[in-house]
């Protein structure tokens, strides 16, 4: 069973405070129970920097998606809420309590094996997650994150949609209608290939919605990544020290047509494929260093980089919609990068004091002596 040992330098505990006209969000209590390789463990936490270290395999990375977990109503490693109950017990229960414009907002997760998962805010049920979304504003940086580059267009368009939805409900509420349609649309697709049939006026049904939805969520993306862009590119440019250029390009079917048409010309092709090939959930991301795909062409010293100026711009969009200052975990921090480019990034979000600020690594002493280089004020927890 993990323990903690807590210990600080220089800590005091705000109850709700202010950077500039911007709200800074605070978790200042966490509870687990049975969640993953925790049986029963508490925290208190320092506003400003908490250092989670200890060896591989003790749980650092299960604290900070426990966080994230109470955020997004899941884990970010692994969203089948039943798997992360610890293997000798039948539920799980995360208790966080968190200091939000000067109120206090508790939030839990819990799950029965065989049953629903609950998420409550202040003892109250919420009878749908979405209604949670965007309460508790997170951001996670994690070597994870590296499948935003190497894996399919579905983890960018999943990317773009989580920062949308955190401000903007109705997003959520039209895209998740959108997928449903496209679900209902994609079936009867296959019910004519199964029938040997067809019949133009029910496919229709589904397209006139898709069209409209389609056109709003569009026009929200395109919105989204211009004003996400500029965010990104500085974050690259103070990370890198302005080496390469970077950018991101949003890759859309609704860039050359009107979404009616394009369903329009491509029944037959849908009918051969069984499945609706013109869409929304077709658009994708481009990512580039210089001219060329970073995928292919970036080191891991620029893929590591450009996958925190993606997270930190994330930090810059969400705190500028939301008028409050993520909280900001960073997973295996040294993960790929060396300790003067870790010096660097530390600087960086300590001198602009983004807010609190939670920290993974293996070595104490390594982390301790980047973090005493840019602030007096950290807490260390070892997990043991």
Same mark, same amino acid.
Request: charge should be positive; glycine fraction near 6%.
């Given at each position: 069973?993990?323990?903690?040992?807590?210990?600080?330098?220089?800590?005091?505990?705000?109850?709700?405070?202010?950077?500039? @006209?911007?709200?800074?969000?605070?978790?200042?209590?966490?509870?687990?129970?049975?969640? /993953?390789?925790?049986?029963?463990?508490?925290?208190? !936490?320092?506003?400003?920097?908490?250092?989670?270290?200890?060896?591989?395999?003790?749980?650092? @990375?299960?604290?900070?998606?426990?966080?994230?977990?109470?955020?997004?109503?899941?884990?970010? =490693?692994?969203?089948?809420?039943?798997?992360?109950?610890?293997?000798?017990?039948?539920?799980?229960?995360?208790?966080?309590?968190?200091?939000?414009?000067?109120?206090?907002?508790?939030?839990?997760?819990?799950? $029965?094996?065989?049953? /629903?998962?609950?998420?409550?805010?202040?003892?109250?049920?919420?009878?749908? &997650?979405?209604?949670?979304?965007?309460?508790?504003?997170?951001?996670?940086?994690?070597?994870?994150?590296?499948?935003?580059?190497?894996?399919?267009?579905?983890?960018?368009?999943?990317?773009?949609?989580?920062?949308?939805?955190?401000?903007?409900?109705?997003?959520?509420?039209?895209?998740?209608?959108?997928?449903?349609?496209?679900?209902?649309?994609?079936?009867?697709?296959?019910? !004519?290939?199964?029938?040997?049939? =067809?019949?133009?006026?029910?496919?229709?049904?589904?397209?006139?919605?898709? @069209?409209?939805?389609? +056109?709003?969520?569009?026009?929200?993306? %395109?919105?989204?990544?211009?004003?996400?862009?500029?965010?990104?590119?500085?974050?690259? +440019?103070?990370?890198?020290?302005? $080496?390469?250029?970077?950018?991101?390009? *949003? %890759?859309?079917?609704?860039?050359?047509?009107?979404?009616?048409?394009?369903?329009?010309?491509?029944?037959?092709?849908?009918?051969?494929?069984? *499945?609706?090939? #013109?869409?929304?959930?077709?658009?994708?991301?481009? !990512?580039?260093?210089?001219?060329?795909?970073?995928?292919? =062409?970036?080191?891991?010293?620029?893929? $590591?980089?450009?996958?925190? +100026?993606? /997270?930190?711009?994330?930090?810059? !969009?969400?705190?500028?919609? &939301?008028?409050?200052?993520?909280?900001?975990?960073?997973?295996?921090?040294?993960?790929?990068?060396?300790?003067?480019?870790?010096? #660097?990034?530390?600087? &960086?979000?300590?001198?602009?004091?983004?807010?609190?600020? =939670?920290?993974?690594?293996?070595?104490?002493?390594?982390?301790?002596?980047?973090?005493?280089?840019?602030?007096?004020?950290?807490?260390?927890?070892?997990?043991?």
């Amino acid at each position: 069973m993990a323990r903690c040992i807590m210990s600080k330098a220089f800590s005091t505990f705000e109850t709700g405070f202010t950077i500039g @006209t911007t709200q800074r969000m605070q978790l200042k209590k966490l509870s687990l129970i049975n969640y /993953k390789n925790f049986e029963n463990i508490s925290f208190d !936490f320092d506003s400003k920097i908490n250092c989670l270290v200890g060896e591989n395999g003790i749980g650092k @990375t299960n604290v900070l998606d426990s966080i994230y977990q109470l955020a997004y109503g899941k884990s970010y =490693f692994n969203p089948i809420t039943s798997q992360n109950i610890h293997h000798d017990a039948d539920f799980f229960v995360v208790d966080g309590e968190f200091i939000k414009k000067g109120r206090v907002e508790k939030v839990v997760v819990s799950i $029965k094996k065989g049953n /629903k998962k609950i998420i409550k805010r202040n003892g109250k049920a919420y009878d749908r &997650l979405r209604e949670h979304i965007g309460l508790i504003p997170v951001v996670l940086i994690s070597p994870a994150d590296r499948d935003l580059i190497m894996e399919g267009s579905h983890l960018r368009r999943k990317f773009m949609d989580g920062i949308i939805a955190q401000s903007d409900a109705t997003y959520l509420q039209q895209l998740l209608r959108y997928n449903k349609v496209i679900e209902q649309r994609n079936a009867l697709l296959k019910f !004519f290939a199964a029938n040997g049939t =067809f019949n133009s006026e029910n496919l229709a049904i589904y397209d006139h919605e898709l @069209t409209g939805l389609g +056109a709003e969520l569009f026009e929200k993306r %395109k919105d989204f990544i211009a004003k996400f862009l500029p965010l990104f590119i500085n974050r690259y +440019a103070q990370i890198s020290n302005r $080496k390469e250029e970077v950018s991101i390009a *949003y %890759k859309s079917q609704l860039l050359e047509e009107d979404l009616a048409i394009l369903l329009q010309n491509s029944v037959q092709k849908d009918l051969q494929l069984q *499945y609706t090939s #013109q869409g929304i959930h077709k658009d994708d991301l481009k !990512f580039k260093i210089g001219h060329y795909p970073v995928k292919k =062409f970036g080191s891991q010293g620029q893929q $590591k980089s450009f996958l925190i +100026a993606l /997270k930190l711009a994330q930090y810059d !969009f969400m705190k500028n919609q &939301l008028s409050t200052s993520p909280i900001l975990l960073f997973d295996d921090i040294f993960d790929k990068l060396d300790e003067q480019r870790v010096l #660097q990034l530390i600087k &960086l979000v300590t001198q602009e004091d983004l807010g609190q600020i =939670f920290i993974s690594d293996t070595h104490r002493e390594r982390t301790e002596h980047v973090v005493k280089h840019n602030t007096e004020r950290y807490q260390i927890i070892e997990l043991q």
